[in-house]
Nanobody
Framework: QVQLVESGGGLVQAGGSLRLSCSAS????????VAWFRQAPGKEREFVAA????????NYADSVKGRFTISRDNAKNTVYLQMNSLKPDDTGAYYC?????????????????WGQGTQVIVSS
């Protein structure tokens, strides 16, 4: 079992940056792939980025490539999402999800464990 808690959301102007954190409980977090998803008001949840259990492999949605970076620190049981050059279209609730022994490609479909989300608002 893994419990996930997101933090770091907030209000930022277009062109600005934010770093989201996904903190996990459990001693086996290093065995879990983790992904970030987001959901804008009135829209379906969409995949943003994923990272493998070891941190050696990543996967990004085309809409965030070159602007967002996912990373992890297994010693701290934390996954990060560094978001640069933010756009109003990046606004939404951001969720992290984790799954045991799943590829970063398979994480595009979701995880087995989810956090409660953190809100990101990008003003124009």
């Amino acid at each position: 079992q893994v419990q996930l808690v997101e933090s770091g959301g907030g209000l930022v102007q277009a062109g600005g940056s934010l770093r989201l954190s996904c903190s996990a409980s459990g001693r086996t977090f290093s065995m879990y792939a983790v992904a970030w998803f987001r959901q804008a008001p009135g829209k379906e949840r969409e995949f943003v980025a994923a990272i493998s259990a070891s941190g050696g492999t990543t996967n990004y949605a085309d809409s965030v490539k070159g602007r967002f970076t996912i990373s992890r620190d297994n010693a701290k049981n934390t996954v990060y999402l560094q978001m640069n050059s933010l756009k109003p279209d990046d606004t939404g609730a951001y969720y992290c999800a984790a799954a045991l022994f799943r590829t970063v490609q398979a994480m595009e479909k979701g995880g087995d464990y989810w956090g409660q989300g953190t809100q990101v608002i990008v003003s124009s």
